[in-house]
């Protein structure tokens, strides 16, 4: 049974909607996403499939949740409340035990500080906690020296950046996000999922390979003490998975800044739009200076990691660097583990953001962003 398309899309913009109907058709009859995408701040595309999915339906995007996080410290960056070349230690000065005092926060958001975990790992609740995840990583040792190299910090870039916003202005990540973006906007994109909105959210289905895709799965083992195994925190016992911590109330509650942001693709495409087009008649978060300095690329090759190629700009992928090469330089945005997708493209004036409820194979972003976001961009472009 095919299922339904729902949703609208400007004029010019009827190929996408045709890309995102036949991806669906070959997809396993329970998938579940939303795409949504501005042009210079005009919603062009707004679509939506799977039985039990709304328009405004809300799902785990996990790291989806780094750009929602890393636009507020952009905006105390541009206020001057921030400044990218000093030291953390001046902001929070116990980040500087274990030789971590030279770090800058530029190293921090670009990746290149080394602390993409702990030895003892945490435990289930503290990863739900930003103060917490903080506080123990400022006396671990890096696992690299720092500034020599980079890799990705999956699951404490928030925490670590949100207490240097923290012991500057004395506000959460969250509170600012919330009182800066998505109030102001109206956007389905929350760091703290409020429990009157829980019957909107669907819970993350875990990944369903095939039997080929399984097998590649199983000839790929990681090891428990490798930094991929630190920075997901898969060497603890017991941990849980990154389903789990997306499913969790107390992860959806609290919005760790690293992966626990809560979302619908209207609230992603409109969170990049507002930032750099403008949104509701409103003129864009962030000036043009401080869009090219955190799409600006900070650190690309070898993760240590992801142990493969990515780039990273200021708190932000480098969006057409690491997955689009036909995007504009200096289009910005960030992915998450279950195949949700969201970035700017300045040039283009694109925003764009993707939500699936079923983990996708590979993970990460889900191979049918590639598809979608090119029949976006044509269009655009054309347009």
């Known amino acids: 049974m095919t299922q339904e398309i729902h949703g ?25 996403g939303q795409l949504c995408a501005y ?5 062009v595309v707004d679509l939506w499939a799977g039985e039990g999915a709304a328009a405004d339906s809300l799902y785990g995007v996990f790291s989806t949740t780094k750009g929602a996080a890393h636009l507020v410290v952009a905006l105390l960056v541009q206020d001057g409340t921030l400044e990218l070349d000093r030291k953390v230690t001046y902001y929070w000065p116990e980040f500087g035990a274990e030789g971590k005092g030279a770090v800058t926060l530029r190293d921090l958001l670009a990746h290149r500080a080394g602390v993409v975990g702990l030895d003892a790992g ?18 671990q040792r890096p696992f690299w020296r720092p500034g020599t190299a980079f890799g990705y910090h999956a ?19 969250q509170e600012l996000f919330e009182e ?43 090891g428990p003490h490798t930094l991929g195994s630190i ?5 603890v016992p017991d941990a849980g998975t990154l389903v789990d911590h997306a499913n969790s109330r107390l992860v ?16 992603i495409a409109g969170m990049y739009a507002a930032a750099v087009s403008g949104l509701d008649g409103r003129p864009p978060l962030l000036k043009p200076d401080t869009i090219a300095e955190v799409g600006q690329i900070h650190s690309v090759g070898h993760d240590l990691v992801a142990q493969g190629h990515r780039a990273f700009g200021l708190g932000f992928q ?14 910005f945005g960030h992915s998450g583990a279950a195949g949700s997708q969201g970035f700017a493209d300045p040039r283009s004036g694109l925003a764009y953001g993707y939500t699936r409820r079923r983990w996708a194979y590979p993970g990460g972003a889900a191979p049918e962003n590639d598809r979608f976001v090119r029949a976006v961009h044509s269009a655009a472009l054309a347009g």
């Open 39 to 43: 042009v210079h701040g005009r919603q």
């Open 318 to 331: 480098a969006t057409a660097a690491m997955a689009y090469p036909f995007l504009g330089a200096g289009a």
């Open 252 to 267: 959806r509650a609290k919005g760790p800044t690293s992966a626990g942001g809560v979302a619908a693709a209207r609230g």
């Open 180 to 222: 800066r973006v998505r109030a102001p906007y109206g956007l389905d994109f929350h760091l703290g999922l409020p429990e009157a909105l829980e019957p909107r959210f669907r819970s993350v289905l875990p990944m369903a390979p095939t039997p080929e895709q399984q097998a590649v799965l199983d000839a790929t083992p990681t």
């Open 155 to 173: 699951l404490v870039i928030g925490a670590l950046t949100g207490e240097v916003v923290r012991r500057a202005t004395g506000r959460t990540t």
């Open 122 to 139: 945490f435990g289930e609740e503290e990863l739900a906690d930003d103060r917490a995840i903080a506080e123990r990583i400022a006396d």
């Open 8 to 32: 609208t899309v400007a004029d010019g913009f009827e190929a996408v909607r045709e890309e995102f109907a036949a991806f669906v058709a070959r997809e396993r009859p329970d998938y579940e």
């Open 231 to 235: 920075a997901f925190n898969e060497h």
